[in-house]
């Protein structure tokens, strides 16, 4: 979650929900998924509704940008543990010291 002040970022989401307000579809998305769309990690999810458009609509003629977005984040524990194994895969094993 986004500190007091700070808006929350694609990077503190696992993923995002479009859902169109017109058609009623609806969609998952995980945030590599939305690279095509400009998106990067730094881009706040407010900025989202702007950029995201529903294909079903575009297709009948309707402009297709009355879109909801919910965002499914990350719980702490769970980046936690992220970013533990990212640190122990990164991790080089040091030679054991040998006790005389």
């Known amino acids: ?3 007091p002040g700070k808006e ?3 990077a503190e989401v696992v993923s995002i929900a479009v859902e169109c307000i017109d058609c009623g579809r609806n969609r998952w998305w995980k945030p590599a998924e939305l690279r095509r769309f400009g998106v990067t990690a730094q881009t706040p999810l407010a900025a989202l ?3 995201l458009v ?4 575009r297709a009948d003629g309707l402009p297709g940008g009355a879109v909801s977005i919910r ?3 990350i719980d702490e524990q769970q980046q936690r543990r992220a970013e533990a194994r990212m640190l122990s895969e990164r991790e080089v094993p040091l030679e ?3 006790r005389a």
């Open 1 to 3: 979650m986004a500190l």
């Open 54 to 57: 529903c294909k079903a609509c």
């Open 71 to 73: 965002a499914a984040f």
């Open 96 to 98: 054991r010291s040998r």
């Open 49 to 51: 509704s702007g950029r």
């Open 8 to 10: 929350a970022t694609i």
